[in-house]
C-alpha cells in the first residue's frame, strides 16, 4: 500500500505544478465569481438562472480537468523516462497504474473543492441563502465528483495503449456519448414497441457504456418542483455504479498495461 500512497501523493503535487490545470481552474473560478451578475441578464428567475449556471460552470470546468490530468499522465512518464527508474524499484506495474490514478482523483478533489467553494460564497452573497438551501447545493458537485473519476477512470485505462490525442477525443466523446445519449438507450431497451433486435443492441450499449447521465442530478436543484424518488437511495445506487465501473476500468487498465513494452 505504501508505494501506491508514494505515487498518488507525488501525482498530486504534478498535477497541482501543472500551469494548464491552474489556468483551466482559474478560469472556472472567475466565471464562478462573475456568475452572479450575468444572472441578471436572464428573464427567467434569477435564482434558477444563478444555480444553472454556476454547477454547469462546476461541471464543465471539471470534466475538462479530469481529461487534461489523465491523458498526459502515463505518456508522460514513459517520455521523460520517469518511469524505468520507478518500476526499477519494488513497485509493481499495477500499483504504479492505481497509484497515479488515485493522485489525479485526488488533486481533482481538491480543485473540485475549491470551486464548490467559491460557489458556495458567491451563491450566498447573492441570495443570503439558508444553510438548508446551500447543503442542497452542494449535492451536485458530490455527484460530479464520482462522474468525474469514472471519466478519469476511462482516461487512464486508454492512456495505455492510445496517444494523448487520441485519449483526449475518445475521452470527451465517450463523456458526451454517456452524458447524451445513454437515457435514449434506456428508453429503447425500456419500451416494449422496440423490435427484439433493437431492444438487444440498445441494451448491450447501454450496458458497455458508462451512463454519465445518471451524475446529471442538477435538475432537481435548479427546479425545486422535480424531485428524485428516494434520493438517499438512487445517490448510493449511483455511487455504487461508479466505483464498480471504474474498478472494471482499473482492472483492464492494469491488464494492458501489464503486457506493455515500456
Known amino acids: 500500500m505504501r508505494p501506491i500512497l508514494s505515487i498518488a501523493s507525488t501525482t498530486v503535487g504534478e498535477a497541482i505544478r501543472r500551469r494548464v490545470l491552474l489556468i483551466i481552474l482559474l478560469i472556472g473560478v472567475l466565471f464562478l465569481a462573475v456568475a452572479p451578475g450575468l444572472g441578471v441578464l436572464s428573464a427567467r428567475s434569477e435564482t434558477t438562472v444563478l444555480r444553472g449556471m454556476m454547477l454547469g460552470i462546476i461541471q464543465l470546468t471539471s470534466a475538462v480537468i479530469a481529461i487534461v490530468l489523465t491523458v498526459y499522465m502515463l505518456p508522460n512518464e514513459i517520455e521523460r523516462r520517469t518511469i524505468y527508474t520507478i518500476l526499477s524499484k519494488p513497485v509493481q506495474r499495477w500499483q504504479f497504474l492505481v497509484g497515479k490514478y488515485l493522485g489525479a482523483v485526488s488533486a ?34 458530490m455527484m460530479y465528483f464520482v462522474q468525474m473519476s469514472l471519466l478519469a477512470a476511462v482516461a487512464v485505462m486508454f492512456s495505455t495503449f492510445v496517444s494523448p490525442l487520441v485519449n483526449f477525443f475518445l475521452s470527451g466523446g465517450l463523456y458526451l456519448v454517456g452524458s447524451l445519449f445513454n437515457p435514449f438507450f434506456e428508453t429503447l431497451s425500456s419500451n416494449n414497441n422496440t423490435p427484439a433486435f433493437t431492444k438487444t443492441v440498445a441494451k448491450f450499449i447501454n450496458l458497455v457504456l458508462p451512463n454519465f447521465a445518471n451524475y446529471n ?7 425545486p418542483q422535480q424531485t428524485i424518488g428516494n434520493e438517499t437511495q438512487y445517490f448510493i445506487n449511483v455511487t ?14 492494469i491488464l494492458i498495461f501489464d503486457r506493455r513494452e515500456v
Open 108 to 141: 481533482l478533489a481538491i480543485m473540485m473543492c475549491l470551486m464548490s467553494v467559491v460557489m458556495v460564497l458567491m451563491y450566498w452573497y447573492q441570495q443570503h441563502a439558508p444553510i438548508s438551501e446551500i447543503a442542497n447545493l452542494l449535492k451536485a458537485p
Open 217 to 223: 442530478v442538477q435538475n432537481p436543484i435548479i427546479n
Open 240 to 253: 455504487v455504479y461508479g466505483v464498480l465501473y471504474i474498478l472494471g476500468l482499473l482492472v483492464v487498465g
